[in-house]
């Protein structure tokens, strides 16, 4: 995967190679030959000299910080510790109190960090494209939107050597678990949202997103708990059979500091790198921990700040820091040559439209998975931005 070290914001001799502008028709080339003028500079408190330019095909200008991830942010700063505050346990008002910046910045900077690096996921995707040959191993996180009335699960793919986390997708479903009669009128009056085919929907959405990984005609190695909704999507599914799953269902445990039996063992081995994984997120992420105050209210919000804990997970972090075992995910898939830091992960803007987006992922990139009991769910309008 090419990808760039240094910042666009540092660079001198700075050449555009597309037109940022998406209706353009040189908006999506890759090759060589993209031909603009130069068109003046313009200064900022912050920076003396950003090149301006003038796309020749559709006339319109635009500057170097087009191609950056902090275009049009006032306090292009903070990108950077808002993204390592968020995967270091913070809440959006904690991380405005130590940054010195209002909670509605931190927000609006986590949304823009989601949708980034929900891009950056599909171009890894993108160059990883036929080469997928590892073991997967498949579940859902479970977490809720506002209220625990409304539970979802996330399914997430994670390879069991590598440990790189290819996919997630959201799974809304009815709450379960004892009610009291209270509870229960509240949950039925909420207004009703979109399941988009709950466990089943999400879960034929990651056969699809593997199918693509896969080389041509190869098939893929899955290994999950065998919920119904998972056999059912695979059975229907056309490609079904390119895959060769391995069930561990998930085994009655307990009492307590009783020894794990057998197939809970087994089970254990199998799903470890996912579970693994859903640790890390309910210890590294605000939102997510156990009777906590700072659950997400939206579930679109939600994912993107999960998108930046998979760049996180994929590029970032090492598989170990007990050992120290600095190799990350994307080192083993060959995507990156060494760790990335949070600015490397910035280096560059990426636009969805020169993206392949897998499944729903460009709702969640548009906002357009909404919360109903909510008043007001903002979408990504592209007024400014792509
Ligand atoms: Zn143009």
Same mark, same amino acid.
């Given at each position: 995967m090419v990808w760039p070290e240094t910042p666009v914001e540092r660079l001198q001799g700075f050449r555009p *190679?597309?037109? +940022? $502008?998406? /209706?353009?028709?040189? @908006?999506? *080339?890759?090759? +060589? !030959?993209y031909r603009f003028h130069r068109h003046g500079a313009y200064a900022t408190v912050r920076r003396p000299k950003i090149p301006r330019f003038r796309c020749l095909t559709c006339g319109r200008a635009f500057s170097?910080?087009?191609?950056?991830?902090?275009?049009?942010?006032?306090? +292009? /700063?903070l990108l950077v510790p808002v993204a390592a505050g968020l995967v270091a346990g913070s809440a959006h008002r904690q991380l405005a109190r130590s940054l010195g910046c209002a909670p509605s910045t931190v927000t609006r900077q986590s949304a823009r960090l989601g949708r980034h690096a929900l891009l950056l996921q599909s171009l890894a995707l993108e160059t990883l494209s036929g080469r997928l040959c590892e073991s997967i191993a498949a579940d859902h996180f479970e977490t809720f939107e506002f209220s625990q009335d409304l539970p979802f699960g996330v399914l997430t793919l994670v390879g069991?050597?590598? $440990?790189? &986390?290819f996919g997630i997708d959201p799974a809304p479903h009815a709450r379960t678990g004892r009610r009291t009669p209270s509870q229960e009128a509240r949950r039925l009056a909420r207004p009703r949202r979109p399941s988009r085919a709950g466990y089943f929907g999400s879960f034929r959405r990651g056969l699809d997103l593997l199918l693509d990984l896969a080389p041509q005609g190869g098939s893929v190695h899955l290994v999950c708990d065998g919920k119904p909704e998972y056999l059912d999507a695979l059975t229907s599914h056309? !490609? @079904? *059979?390119?895959f060769a799953i391995e069930i561990h269902p998930n085994p009655v445990r307990g009492p307590k500091g009783s020894p794990k039996s057998p197939e809970a063992a087994a089970r254990d081995r199998a799903l470890h790198t996912v579970d693994r994984l859903h640790a890390l997120l309910r210890h590294t992420r605000a939102d997510h921990k156990? /009777?906590?105050?700072?659950? !997400?209210?939206?579930l679109n919000a939600i994912m993107e700040r999960l998108f930046v804990a998979t760049a996180w997970r994929n590029f &970032?972090?090492?598989?170990s820091e007990r050992r120290p075992d600095p190799v990350t995910p994307a080192m083993r898939l060959g995507l990156a040559g060494r760790p990335w830091t949070w600015r490397q992960v910035l280096s560059r803007r990426l636009f969805p439209r020169r993206h392949r987006l897998p499944g729903l992922w460009s709702n969640l990139y548009r906002r357009? $998975?909404?919360? +109903?009991?909510?008043p007001t769910n903002h979408r990504h309008r592209l007024k400014h931005a792509a």
């Open positions: *190679r597309f037109c +940022p $502008w998406p /209706e353009c028709s040189e @908006h999506r *080339r890759s090759a +060589p !030959g170097r910080q087009s191609f950056a991830t902090s275009y049009y942010l006032k306090r +292009p /700063e069991r050597d590598s $440990w790189f &986390v056309a !490609g @079904h *059979r390119r156990r /009777e906590t105050i700072a659950f !997400g209210r939206r &970032v972090k090492g598989r357009n $998975w909404t919360t +109903p009991v909510l």
